[in-house]
């Protein structure tokens, strides 16, 4: 019995923490991909800012992370729309590529300018140790990861709600599936794509500050994530939110899973080479399913 | 009658390849208009030029007298012109319904009355609302595809080759289709392959050869026209 309380403790809730994680900042990269068309590389950066923002709003207010993280998203939503009206959207008529590289030099730019602003020490959203919560006398939980499943369940709550209730939701599901058409139905297409750049910037900056919450902040922290991210939207089928989601679970999972040992008594995975899961989870999908979980857009 | 949709020697085309050369052409109010001519006549092109996706370098294009020549799609629609393409005409991920509401997004007002007149004039999507619009038949994707449309109530509707593609029984579907919202009012400029069935349907037609208009007429003078017989309605036995 005591190798199942050690695999729910140290590996099955750890997995679905970062896969809840994941699956944020999943949906923004595969909404911007699919309505953009371009992988967007600066992606992890608004993570990485996201988690500043908060940081700077924490040591203002002393309020839980929690509590500032809405505030935390709608600045970094901000940020992300004055990015596209001042970078992406001169290159709207341009080969996609051109936006990919774009992208790439924004990341370099945004992380550049949190080093400047903020510098590099790791800091912490909170200090001091929390009482876990114990279960059956050996699962333990602890209660900031009850708080960011609990948070990034509820927003992607929110999310289905926009997504298949409003009519800007459904507009940009229905962008992401052609956008000649869109253009052709009369849709403002300027105005999807300035709220894919809000709801992706905001989740970003959730997930940023949810994983900042459950480990530090770090200038490089986003950009760490940015792989597992890409896998997680790749998995789901790009241009699929919900995808994404289950996609970001499930890279989250096996990551954490990876290490478990499964067979002997050694990790099957060596903790240190946990980020390669993803990518390998990455190629295998490219390979044999390139159009991911919920069929999306192969290219 | 009142000329809904009017182009005047309209000339233009992709870039510098100039693909129309001064093409006239009219839709009167309540009328069905078929464009018809050989591959390559410029036929989709000459619709594409009413809806602002063509680069006019001659000629107007006016709608109930105003002029729209060189105006961007997005605002054509909301002067009340619907264009379907001829493919990726509809949203497939989202439900028939949500296509119908896309349909009416630059609406301000409340569409519902249109929903309904849209679901009585086409039953299936009733049924059919909750569904992928990409899972239906060909046929009743057609529908789909006219019925967002239509849900702007627009002043002309222009259809690119509705058929193409289609079955001959689901062909027969979507004539049936054009006829029953013509009924209800709305007039239609269709670029069709299927010249024969299409000018069956027509109050008039044009046929354009080379991007130029060649002869025009009613449906029936048409039909019995030996060289457009000859040309496109299978060696004159129309």
Known sequence: MYALYDFINFHFIPGLVLGSIYALG??????????????????GESMTLGAYIAWTLITLTGWHPIAVLPLAMLITAVVAVGIDRGFYKPFRAAPTIMLVIASFGMMLMVRSAIQFSWGVQLKSLQSGIQQPLILFDAIRISPKHVVIVGAALALMVIIHLILSRTKMGKAMRAMSDSPELAKLTGIDTEQVIRN????????????GVLLAYDTHVETM??????LPVFAAAI???IGKPYGAMIGGLIIGLAEELATYPWIGDTPLVSPGYKAGVAFVLMIGILLWRPSGIMRGRTF | MSRVLELDAVSGGYGDTEILHGINMHVEAGEIVVVIGPNGAGKSTAMKAVFGLLNLTAGSVRLDGVDITNTPPSDVVKQGVCYVPQTNNIFANLSV????EMGAFVR????RPQLEKIYQMFPPLREKRQQAAGDLSGGQRQMVA???ALMLEPKIL?????TAGLSPKYRGEIFSTVRTINAAGVPILMVEQNAKQALGIADRGYVLVDGSNSVMGTGQDLLNNPNVGELFLGGGRA
Do not use: C, S
């Not at chain 1, 999943?26 to 992606?43: D, E, M, P, S, W």
């Not at chain 1, 894919?196 to 997930?207: P, Q, V, Y």
């Not at chain 2, 319904?97 to 119908?100: C, F, V």
């Not at chain 2, 301000?108 to 569409?111: A, G, L, W």
């Open chain 2, 108 to 111: 301000n007002d409340d569409y």
């Open chain 2, 158 to 162: 222009l259809l690119d080759e509705p």
């Open chain 1, 221 to 226: 922290m986003g950009f760490q994530v940015l």
């Open chain 1, 235 to 237: 998995l789901g089928g």
């Open chain 2, 97 to 100: 319904e949500e296509n119908l």
């Open chain 2, 146 to 148: 006219m019925g967002k």
């Open chain 1, 26 to 43: 999943a949906i923004g990269v595969t909404l911007t991909f699919g309505i953009l068309r371009f992988a967007n590389f600066a992606h």
């Open chain 1, 196 to 207: 894919t750049w809000i709801i992706g910037g905001a989740l970003a900056a959730a997930a």
